[in-house]
């Protein structure tokens, strides 16, 4: 379990990140059109999984918006945007946003994909919702950048996780 803050108060999530260097957990999340998404949709290439509690929060809004300034500017690289809102909350922000260098990914359906990254929060009053993480992986899908951040007020290290690129 990785123990963080949520407004400096301890909370604790399901587990551990994937381990860098080994493969990703396969997925299956719910795109803004409805349709089924897995990792094996992204094979060849880059993934940034931008992992999140709702993109109805002020940071977690700056972090989609921040990666989508930054992805357009990346080669063969997609960003996922990663929480449990419901995808047509994901669709709304998106068009209001004007964004569009970024995918928006739900796991509203099982919720196996925070399971199965080990960073669904088990206490506090976030409790089943997804910590802020940043996940980066290669086009073979292997782990190359991890990033689970110790405070969910906070936003992650961008420039870290796009400099795993190079």
Known sequence: MAI????????TT????PKIGG?????????TDLSSKSLNDY??????LNIFPSVDTGVCAQSVRTFNE???????TKVLNISKDLPFAFARFCAAEG???VESLSDFRDGNFGKNYGLTFIDGPLEGLHSRCVVVLNDKAE?????QVSEITEEP??????QSLS
């Open 99 to 101: 964004l569009e260098n």
């Open 43 to 48: 094979l060849g290439h880059n993934v940034i």
């Open 23 to 31: 493969d990703a957990p396969n997925f299956r999340l719910t795109a």
């Open 70 to 76: 930054k992805a357009s500017q990346l080669e063969n």
């Open 14 to 17: 399901f587990g551990e990140l």
């Open 4 to 11: 963080i803050t949520f407004k400096g108060n301890q909370v």
């Open 157 to 162: 290290n961008y420039e870290a996780a796009l």
């Open 143 to 147: 782990v190359i950048y991890t990033e």
